[in-house]
């Protein structure tokens, strides 16, 4: 069974750095599209980075040039190292994986920019 588990949120001033990490677990054969999404309250669920396979990386407007989007073959991790952060990056982020027969999510990990 597939399992997506994120980690590294937390609450950071603003202009501050965090890095997310999603670590992946079970047998994937083939993989369309990977990344992240987020959610803040009272919005819907929003593309953050998104990697189709052998392809590059799109990233949302509001986080070019701050975001960066990666993976980790020997450990199985997609991450997101989030640098500048604002207010308005305060939401639930969620990674997740598209395969030719399912979309899996990860639980979200809560990323809080104040001061």
């Known amino acids: 069974q597939v399992q997506l588990v994120e980690s590294g949120g937390g609450l950071v001033q603003p202009g501050g750095s965090l890095k997310l990490s999603c670590t992946v677990s079970g047998s994937i054969v083939t993989i369309n599209n990977m990344g992240w999404y987020r959610q803040a309250p009272g919005k819907q669920r929003d593309m953050v980075a998104s990697y189709a396979w052998g392809g590059a990386t799109q990233y949302a407007d509001s986080v070019k040039g701050r975001f960066t989007f990666s993976r980790d073959t020997t450990k199985n991790t997609l991450d997101l190292q989030m640098n500048l952060l604002k207010p308005e990056d305060t939401a639930v982020y969620y990674c997740?994986?598209?395969?030719?027969?399912?979309?899996?999510w990860g639980q979200g990990t809560q990323v809080t920019v104040s001061a």
């Open positions: 997740y994986l598209d395969t030719p027969r399912k979309h899996y």
